[in-house]
Every structure is written in C-alpha cells, then in structure tokens.
C-alpha cells in the first residue's frame, strides 16, 4: 500500500516539561554551542533556516515557561506546535512521573483529532551513572505517538544537535502505525 502525505513545509518545535529540567537551556546550548551559566526563564524563539537543517526545512524552536507564561498560552503554544519534546531531567524521578500524569494528557487534550508527535528527552545526563531509558521504553508503549527518546546534556552538550535532529525527524518521517493492532477487532 503506498501512503501519500503532503509534504511538511516548515516544522515548530516545542519544548516543555517541569520547571528546572533544563529546557531554556538545551535552546542555548544548540544555539550558541556552549553551556549557559545564566539562564533567562524563556529563550526566545528561534527560526533555524532550511539550508542549515539536516532535512532541509525551516524550523522554529519554541521554550516554554511556567513562570513568565499562563496555562492558556500553554495550551494555544501545544496545539500550534508540529512536535513537542517533554523534557525531563535524568535525576529527577517527579520529572518522570508528570510525563505520563501531566503532560501526555495535556498534549492529547489539544490534538483530540490527529495525535501531536512527542519526543522525550533526558537532559542533565552529566550527572547521574545510569541511564533512565528502560522506564521511558514502558511510557512509550503506552502513548504510541510518542516517537523517540534521547538523553542528553546541555552541559556536556552530548546529544543536543541530535535532539534536535530527531524532533524533525518525527514530524517529517513519523514511525506511527497507520493501523493500530489495539483498536483492530
Ligand atoms: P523553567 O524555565 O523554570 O521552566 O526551567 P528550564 O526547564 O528552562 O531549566 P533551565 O534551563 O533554566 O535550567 C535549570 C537549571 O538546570 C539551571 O541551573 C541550569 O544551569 C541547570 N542545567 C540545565 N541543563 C543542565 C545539564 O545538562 N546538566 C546540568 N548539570 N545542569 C543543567
Ligand atoms: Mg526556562
């Protein structure tokens, strides 16, 4: 079967997850490619040209923050967006909760009708010994548009360009099955 799809023209990254988990940050450490030691609660928006992106389609990056935003904005900034990355931080186990109690949800409430690609994201990977992936494997069976995972770190900038990278990917190649074994009766 062929599956034709109009092809994406521009993609809008959105970055959210819990306050503190390093998502201002992981925008500056892409953009400037060093570790910034002061953060601003919100970066501003950043449009990344198509000719410097891999899959050569412009990009905006959009960071969202608790503090210097309301809920309404919260929720207009989701339904906008063409994949939204749930940033957690790898030592920090509530972070890790509130993607399956908190921000799944909330991002399936603003796309009722065609699912919103999700990418997680492990950030603060520079401080821990292990890896947090097998549990983040079991949250992704659970919400199958939940595209990919990753950890990095803006401090060591470890994964940052690929982060991005396959935030892009999920919205201009998603692995989502068109037909979903669950419903299938
Ligand atoms: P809000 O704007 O409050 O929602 O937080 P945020 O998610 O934007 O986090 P922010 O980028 O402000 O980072 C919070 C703190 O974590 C800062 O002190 C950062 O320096 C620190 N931080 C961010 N990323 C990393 C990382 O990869 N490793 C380490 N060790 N610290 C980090
Ligand atoms: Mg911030």
Redesign the pocket.
Known sequence: MVVKSTPKRSVRILLV?D???????LILSLVSEEFPEN?P??AEEITIPADVTPEQVPTNIVDF???EQTDIELNEQIRRASVVCI?YAVDDDDSIDRITSHWMPLIRQNHPDTPCPVVLVG??I??VEYSTIDGIFEIMEEFSEIETCIEC???TLKNISEMFYYAQKAVLHPTSPIYSVEKAD
Do not use: F, Y
């Open positions: 997850g306050s503190g988990v390093g998502k201002t940050s953060v609660p919100k923050s608790t503090s940033v950030n603060k520079d401080l770190s803006a401090k």
